[in-house]
């Protein structure tokens, strides 16, 4: 996949990374750590520079962000509730908890969206429950740029830094993505075994 990240971006330039961006958020599988990684590679080389390329790839990756916010705003909380009224076991929530998650929402929601889009794989799921929970369009946006632009930042400097051995950076982000995975896996088993139904 290194190789097709890295012709595209050779010839498509600034669009091609902004293109690349917006797909890995809307497509996960197409990893971030690769996509700006190559870009930062570029950017030392002299074919761009490095602010273009994070201004570019922020910029794709929030036109996916957004599509996943107001496609799951227009969704709107209220249709799953005959679902996690059904399956609240596997879900491991009730509806109750789903209101406390709410109001929790609005008071911590700029947090949640600003340090979620720094995490690996968390980063792909974080405006799901921001447009569910109908966060406000202007915060969204706000918050999830200022996470977005920082990882995107992150990425694009190390490339920049290690050059040729840009695989570095994912040589470490994988494992750290694995491990939230696993993570995320035992905590949902241990809520499955352990949820009982609000009061």
């Known amino acids: 996949m290194g190789d097709w990240v890295r012709q595209l971006i050779e010839q498509s330039g600034y669009l091609g990374v902004a293109f690349l961006m917006f797909a890995e958020t809307v497509f996960p ?28 790839g922020t910029f794709g990756a929030m036109l996916g962000n957004t599509f996943w916010y107001l496609l799951a705003r227009a969704l709107g909380l209220d249709r799953f ?39 690996p794989t968390i980063r792909s799921l974080v405006s799901i429950p921001a447009g569910l929970l109908h966060m406000s369009l202007s915060r969204f946006l ?25 695989e570095m950076v994912d040589h470490y982000i994988g494992p750290l ?23």
Not at 44 to 53: D, T
Not at 83 to 88: H, K, P, S, T
């Open 29 to 56: 599988p197409i990893p971030s750590e690769v996509i700006m990684s190559l870009a930062g590679l570029q950017a030392a080389k002299g074919e761009m520079s490095l602010v273009g390329v994070i201004v570019c």
């Open 81 to 119: 509730k005959p679902l996690i009224d059904r399956f609240g076991r596997w879900l491991t929530m009730d509806w109750a908890e789903v209101q406390r998650g709410e109001k929790w929402f609005r008071s911590h929601g700029a947090v949640f969206v600003f340090f979620g889009r720094l995490l």
């Open 142 to 166: 706000i918050w999830s740029t200022l996470g977005t632009l920082g990882w995107t930042s992150l990425l694009a400097v190390a490339g920049y830094v290690l050059g040729q051995r840009y």
């Open 177 to 199: 993505s694995t491990a939230i995975i696993i993570l995320l896996a035992l905590w949902y088993f241990w809520r499955v075994l352990t949820w009982k139904p609000s009061r």
